[in-house]
């Protein structure tokens, strides 16, 4: 299990050197730190089913995962979940009388 002292390491050769070669052509270069920083929170989003968003989001609110990992993991999609347990917990609420629906 990794711990917080774990450095992310890759074995990327190819993408170490083409990153070399884009920075080289740019004044200033390239922060390949952040790109890779980046890059990994978007993957780490794309990997993640829809099942387990909303395990992260429910270890988030049980005070198991820190706010810094769920908004990695989910990113705006924090916010749009919270948005939606409010809707549906409030038209749980609305009462049905006098709604008819036709078969």
Do not use: P, W
Not at 12 to 33: T, V, Y
């Amino acid at each position: 299990m990794a711990t917080s002292n774990d450095k992310i390491q890759f074995r990327g050769a190819d993408e170490k050197r083409a990153s070399q070669r884009l920075s080289e052509m740019r004044l200033g270069g390239i922060n390949i730190s952040e790109l890779a920083r980046e890059g990994l929170k978007e993957k780490l989003r794309e990997v993640l089913s829809n099942e387990e968003r909303v395990e992260l989001h429910q270890q988030y609110l049980d005070g198991e995962l820190d706010e810094g990992v769920a908004k990695v993991l989910i990113g705006d999609l924090l916010e749009d979940i919270e948005r939606e347990r409010e809707a549906v917990g409030k038209a749980e609420t609305l009462s049905t009388d006098g709604v008819f629906q036709n078969e």
